[in-house]
């Protein structure tokens, strides 16, 4: 079964950092382009980040972009995002997914709460 | 690429069809032939769930009273008779360039 598994979620202070990790199985990670997506409190769903399978290719959302770094390791099938100085409008779930432009599977999300 | 969907809210008596608009700022269509709008519907406390990938193919396990249309930078999205497990919120997504998503539909059903 393809799994993704969300961790890293948190509640931090504005200006702060925190990284994300996403843990994918029951498939070829290491060919898949992968994506990170959130979601704000009651709101809808807006794309954050691309890279493709050698992380030769980043792309941002424009409000992340300076911030937030994309990364994996094929090694560890592993997903990674990587969010500095932190604001109160990126408090979301943030969810990782596979992109084959169709995004499948979700994972579950994370939250990730700004606040002081 | 800007994504719209209309309505934002609709309220629908079960066995009555439901529509929801999504129209795309550009064209959809790729090089390859193929137009790259999918819709997902996510259900309260969970993540999105694929309906209808490349416009009208509806995928796997997905019931047949879900029906996709369209072309270009106008969509459609139908269902044929609300059911009660229908409820939720209906999001288009542009895959040609990077990852939009319409603004969403939410659906209640009466």
């Known amino acids: 079964e393809e799994q993704l598994v969300e961790s890293g979620g948190h509640l931090v202070q504005p200006g702060g950092s925190l990284s994300l990790s996403c843990a994918a199985s029951?498939?070829?990670?290491?060919?898949?382009?992968m994506t990170w997506v959130r979601q704000a409190p009651g709101k809808g769903l807006e794309w954050v980040a691309t890279i493709n399978p050698d992380e030769s290719e980043k792309y941002y959302v424009d409000s992340v972009k300076g911030r937030f770094t994309i990364s994996r390791d094929n090694a560890k099938n592993s997903l990674y995002l990587q969010m500095n100085s932190l604001r109160v409008d990126d408090t979301s779930i943030y969810y990782c997914t596979r992109d084959g432009r169709l995004l499948l599977p979700w994972g579950q999300g994370t939250l990730v709460t700004v606040s002081s | 690429i800007v994504m719209t969907q209309t309505p934002l809210s609709l309220s629908v008596t079960p066995g009555q069809p439901a529509s929801i608009s999504c129209k795309s700022s550009?064209?959809?269509?790729?090089?390859?032939?193929?137009?790259?709008l999918y819709w997902y519907l996510q259900k309260p406390g969970q993540s999105p769930q694929i309906l209808i990938s490349e416009v009208s193919s509806r995928f796997s396990g997905v019931p047949d009273r879900f029906s996709g249309s369209g072309s270009g930078t106008d969509f459609t999205l139908k269902i044929s008779r609300v059911e009660a497990e229908d409820a939720g919120v209906y999001y288009c997504?542009?895959?040609?360039?990077?990852?939009?998503f319409g603004q969403g539909t939410k659906v209640e059903i009466k």
């Open positions: 997504m542009q895959g040609l360039d990077l990852r939009t």
């Open positions: 029951g498939f070829m990670f290491s060919t898949s382009w």
């Open positions: 550009r064209s959809l269509l790729h090089s390859d032939g193929k137009t790259y």
